[in-house]
């Protein structure tokens, strides 16, 4: 009977044994990895990549460069500064694929099944006990399955949440850090520059003094055998001369191993030789004395701080989602589904329902858990302490160096006068006795090496007062330079040189100074959810650069209006910004760019962003910010 039975039922065939075994074994085969070295065919390739990309999209050098196209050049082509930008904007893509984990989950499937023999069985009654002595089944051995299925977890949403907080401070953290590679390329570029330059003056006078000096050394040599001068006298000379000469390749080795690094941090490529534009000595600003506002400014101020100010919403987020972890998750689902199964009444159907669940032996671990984040609040805290009195010691220091930088430039500088007019003196009452020459050619080696020193007192001035001017945490720039070509950098960058380096420093924050507050209105957004995305954008970008957005009716009116023009699977997508500026001007600028038609949310707030950086200086104009 039972052989009957399974005669009747629809057959389906599997695949032959061999396939299955052939399968196997090649499966099998393909996890078997053996390692592999690198070839040096591709070592070189690697090498050649990389050396191409390094110097790519360079402006050339066409003319000696000056102080302010050094930095420029550093700005846009430092290599170090390119990777944080990197490591930024991988931040921000982050950031942006966090919040995509708040979204409830949607499972499209499909899959095929196949058995060796029916699943089945027989039954036995409940009341009576019968057994059934007929197998029967209601699966076919082959069959195929799809559906799909919505599902939502509160306890998942929320810490989805905060993980996204968390990653937007990081977001944050990559931004300082930044900050931080531009003002250190500010102060290695500016202490390069003044080095260089100072080698570059002297190079000419130091090649012919030390050539005459050589030949001072064998002429003194010369008299010395031929007794036309005193043994003692000859050697005080020839002692005299090396000194001097040893002091002067020094100088000038130190001074010219700072173009190299000059063209480093400008990323220029080796081999190509430059000059350096002549630039006026400047009178640098006297020593700041105020320094308890210098320490209130670099606490406000410097980027490691501020980084830590992240880290501390970044723990504090860290301890909500944990306990966020400890309650009941409640999760609804909702699918449709599909069988082929032909022993099935309904091969289709939808399902739905809600469950939770609660891991009660976490609750165990609540104690240690409000015992760790007390600890990590305070290791924070501590550390934070820790780096606030490091950077006030700094700034301390930072000042008294720059005074001392500045006294040893005013004395390396009347040491050089005084040089200068002791080998003009000796020079001109040269008589025809040898030392009397040998004399007139050391006070020039001497005059020479100090115009070496009083470079170097120059540049450690311009170093010690970068050093000073990095610690109080200043922006060299504002962040909206990335568009700029090298020309309009350049003059971006003088004009700030130019208001550093006045008679004083001024002791207002360039972070938290005066804030124009503007009232930012969304227009041609219709989507709510995206109108909340963009604007919280906007406030973000703005308060990066002094601006404050609120909805009082008391700020400044900002309109953002979007329009956009499909043609041929691509759209045209056009930003205005209108402002009212403090003197009741209506002021507008417009951006446009083209995007794929229907694109994702994130790119249409990427076309925001740009056009907000690309307009950013007129916006600041506008609003009188600094």
Not at 406 to 412: C, G, I, Q
Request: charged share 25%.
């Amino acid at each position: 009977m039972n052989q009957n039975t399974k005669k009747s039922l629809p057959a389906a065939g599997l695949l032959p044994r061999s396939l299955v075994v052939m399968a196997v074994a090649a499966v099998m085969a393909g996890c078997t990895v053996a390692p592999k070295a690198i070839t040096p065919e591709e070592v070189q390739q690697r090498v050649q990549n990389d050396t191409s990309k390094m110097y790519l999209n360079q402006a050339p050098i066409t003319a000696p460069i000056s102080l302010e196209e050094a930095v420029a050049r550093s700005l846009k082509y430092n290599l170090d500064y390119r990777l944080k930008k990197m490591e930024s904007a991988l931040a921000l893509g982050l950031t942006d694929y966090a919040s995509y984990d708040m979204l409830p989950q949607m499972v499209a499937s499909a899959g095929y099944r196949d058995r060796s023999n029916y699943a089945g069985g027989t039954s036995i009654g409940i009341l009576d006990g019968e057994v059934s002595t007929r197998p029967t089944s209601s699966d076919e051995r082959s069959r195929s399955l799809r559906g799909i299925e919505f599902s939502w977890n509160a306890l998942d949403f929320g810490v989805s949440y905060y993980r996204a907080r968390q990653q937007g401070d990081q977001f944050l953290i990559a931004e300082e850090r930044r900050r931080k590679v531009v003002q250190n390329l500010l102060q290695d570029v500016r202490a390069a520059y003044w080095r260089a330059l100072g080698a570059q003056r002297l190079n000419t006078q130091a090649d012919d003094i030390v050539e005459r000096a050589s030949l001072a050394l064998s002429r003194s040599r010369e008299a010395e055998t031929q007794k036309i001068i005193p043994p003692g006298v000859a050697l005080a000379y020839q002692r005299a001369l090396l000194d001097a000469t040893t002091l002067l390749n020094q100088r000038r080795q130190d001074l010219e191993f700072a173009k190299r690094e000059l063209a480093a941090l400008m990323n220029v490529p080796g081999g190509t030789d430059f000059n350096l534009a002549e630039a006026k000595e400047t009178a640098l600003p006297a020593a700041p004395k105020e320094i308890a506002k210098l320490e209130d400014m670099a606490l406000l101020q410097r980027p490691e701080l501020r980084e830590e100010d992240f880290r501390k919403r970044i723990t504090a987020d860290e301890a909500r989602k944990q306990l966020l972890g400890m309650l009941p998750g409640i999760t609804l689902n909702y699918g449709r589904q599909h069988d082929s199964n032909n022993l099935l009444f309904n091969n289709a159907w939808s399902e739905g329902g809600v469950s939770m669940a609660w891991n009660l032996m976490r609750l165990v671990a609540l104690p240690s858990l409000k015992d760790a984040q007390k600890y990590q609040e305070q290791t924070d805290d501590a550390r934070r302490m820790a780096l606030s009195m490091a950077i006030l010691t700094q700034t301390r220091v930072s000042v008294e160096r720059y005074r001392m930088a500045l006294e040893d430039f005013k004395l390396a500088d009347e040491a050089s006068q005084v040089d200068t007019r002791l080998a003009a003196y000796t020079k001109a009452s040269v008589s025809a006795k040898l030392e009397s020459e040998l004399e007139a050619i050391r006070t020039q080696a001497r005059a020479v090496l100090g115009a070496y020193q009083r470079a170097n007192a120059y540049a450690n001035a311009h170093i010690a007062f970068g050093r000073l001017y990095n610690t109080l945490g200043f922006d060299p720039i504002a962040d909206d330079f990335e568009a700029n070509d090298l020309p309009t950098l350049t003059q971006r960058v003088r004009t700030h040189l130019q208001a550093s380096e006045k008679d004083a420093f001024s002791l207002s924050s360039n972070l938290f100074g005066r804030v124009a507050t503007v009232n930012v209105q969304l227009a041609g957004i219709q989507d709510p959810v995206q109108k909340v995305r963009m604007k919280a954008l906007v406030t973000e970008l703005f308060a990066r650069h002094e601006i404050k957005t609120t909805d009082s009716n008391d700020a400044q009116p900002m309109t953002l209006a979007f329009e956009s023009a499909g043609q041929n699977g691509l759209e045209r997508a056009t930003w205005t910004v209108k402002v009212t500026d403090e003197a009741g001007h209506k002021q507008q600028a417009q951006f446009a760019t083209t995007i794929p038609t229907n694109s994702r949310t994130s790119v249409y707030e990427s076309s925001l962003v740009a056009a907000l950086n690309a307009n950013l200086g007129d916006i600041k104009t506008w609003l009188n910010v600094d």
